[in-house]
């Protein structure tokens, strides 16, 4: 089969598909995961056939969209939610280190597919943005105390700077400062090796490279049915919508890389590995503000602490976006609810998705999730007026004009049963493997789409575990520290790291490409 023909950024032209193809490999869902796995098949299996199915008419276009995530190279830099104290106020870093490593092979593979040719400047991608954790009240300084000595005693965070000062932070984030009561009490740690990447931007650079090379990617083309055949392989059944062709492919091995919607397809398939999981709808909204002169005063992503009770999904955070060549603020998140998997979903889907091997697990999700229940009550029956109440805990000097509401997409958090059998929320993602590994799904969120690479390398191992030993070297080759930690090699670590930042420039100030 011949290479989808590039169209326009994130658009692919639409070829007839014969029913008698056969690839090697079909990838669902036109986001940063199915991308990321055709730039990593590139490197050890640069000879198989890969067909690209995106229900959308352009890649990118849900969860991988610019706007429709922070931004945040989630590598535990500032999310507070990775570091949960203990009742005796000690921090366990543990998931923040976890985190951190797996950031650290996606820079390192950025940073390779740089080097070979995927972008004249990664600016396109990834930009150098501050990483801040803030808090106030004399229990946040105490946390974050005893936060910055657990994190700086792995080398991952050794220079992870920590602040109680309010001049001081006056020149940290002087937008958050002005205004602010004086006798507050506040702490604040900051990383300057922090990153704002625009995942939408990166999917396309990937995809272009990949079609580049051979991979045919069509976009308006959904997956209506995944069947396991007598010899082993999947009949993937797909309909192109401008023009109604309904069409079948033969495949080897199917990834479900397509967000919220690989929880049904995964149920289609009927693989007994995807019994007991459900999948729970949250609407990201966040307020936007594209006055420039408010983003030049907050060179930086800020996460606080989420409110007593509620889920870590509620974490607050003010972050400096850059997208398209221009600077803009979002604050949030915000919750919503809709049934819908997907931005461009089905009103059907959460009821579509229940059941008989989820029922119990969804059941057991909604008597023992009370906290998350009242939170999303909460944030549903909020007024603009109490939005901005919520932003003005970080710019006291907040104007409602300066901001307007985005509907920033749809997350579907994964609900699954743990080792007793009884339903559990889990935030976070979950690589699903089935058919003796020939088909494979990804579910859940955050942090999602920033450990790509990680969760790309662990369907790698687990699917074809006949061919780790052989593609383990070339691996190696884009990634250095694959199959070490860093956290326990201080010496890779500075190699490593001096590399990609050279690579992906991410030193000095917060500069800008031009719009792609």
Not at 134 to 150: D, I, K, L, S
Not at 288 to 303: D, F
Not at 378 to 405: H, K, N
Request: charged fraction near 20%.
């Amino acid at each position: 089969m011949t290479s989808a023909e590039n169209t326009a950024p994130g658009e692919y032209a639409h070829p007839v598909v014969p029913d008698t193809s056969r690839p090697d490999v079909v990838l669902v869902g036109g986001g940063v995961m199915s991308a990321t796995l055709a730039a990593l098949l590139g490197i050890v299996a640069p000879h198989w056939s890969i067909t690209l199915f995106e229900a959308g008419d352009r890649v990118a276009a849900e969860s991988s969209d610019g706007w429709n995530n922070a931004g945040t190279g989630h590598s535990a830099l500032c999310e507070l939610n990775y570091t949960p104290a203990g009742a005796d106020g000690t921090v366990d870093p543990t998931k923040a280190i976890s985190i951190n490593e797996q950031f650290q092979l996606s820079r390192q593979f950025w940073s390779h597919l740089v080097r070979t040719g995927l972008t004249d400047t990664p600016k396109h991608f990834i930009t150098p943005v501050p990483h801040i954790s803030f808090v106030h009240g004399t229990e946040g300084q105490a946390y974050m105390r005893a936060r910055h000595a657990a994190l700086t005693a792995s080398p991952l965070f050794a220079e992870l700077e920590l602040t109680t000062s309010q001049d001081e932070l006056a020149q940290w984030v002087p937008l958050m400062m002005e205004g602010r009561d004086p006798q507050q009490p506040v702490a604040a740690t900051r990383s300057t090796a922090g990153t704002d990447v625009d995942f939408g931007s990166l999917t396309r650079l990937l995809l272009d490279q990949a079609t580049a090379r051979g991979v045919a990617v069509h976009t308006g083309t959904s997956v209506q049915g995944l069947e396991r055949t007598t010899d082993g392989r999947w009949k993937v059944s797909a309909r192109h919508h401008a023009s109604g062709e309904e069409f079948t492919v033969n495949a080897g091995f199917v990834f479900v890389g397509a967000g919220g919607g690989a929880l049904p397809l995964l149920q289609r398939a009927e693989i007994p590995e995807i019994k007991g999981f459900g999948g729970f709808p949250v609407s990201g909204l966040f307020l936007r503000s594209t006055n420039e002169a408010l983003a030049a005063r907050h060179q930086a992503k800020v996460y606080g602490q989420a409110a007593v009770g509620a889920p870590p999904m509620s974490v607050p955070h003010l972050d400096l976006r850059l997208i398209e060549g221009k600077q803009s603020l979002l604050f949030g998140p915000y919750a919503g609810f809709s049934p819908k998997f997907l931005k461009a979903g089905s009103w059907l889907d959460l009821p579509k998705s229940v059941r008989l091997g989820n029922i119990g697990s969804m059941l057991g999700v909604a008597r023992t999730q009370t906290a998350l229940t009242r939170y999303l009550i909460g944030q549903v029956l909020q007024r603009p007026s109490d939005r901005i109440e919520a932003l003005e805990e970080f710019v006291p000097t907040a104007d409602g004009d300066d901001w307007e509401m985005i509907h920033a997409g749809q997350r579907v958090q994964v609900i699954k049963q743990d080792d007793k059998g009884r339903g559990v929320l889990q935030f976070g993602t979950e690589l699903v493997v089935g058919g003796e590994g020939s088909i494979a799904g990804l579910l859940g969120a955050s942090p999602g789409a920033s450990t790509a690479v990680a969760a790309m390398l662990d369907l790698l191992r687990r699917c074809f575990p006949d061919r780790h030993a052989e593609w383990e070297p070339l691996l190696r080759e884009a990634i250095p520290s694959y199959g070490r930690k860093l956290s326990e090699d201080p010496a890779l670590f500075a190699e490593v790291r001096e590399e990609t930042t050279r690579t992906l420039e991410l030193t000095g100030p917060v500069e800008l490409a031009g719009a792609r």
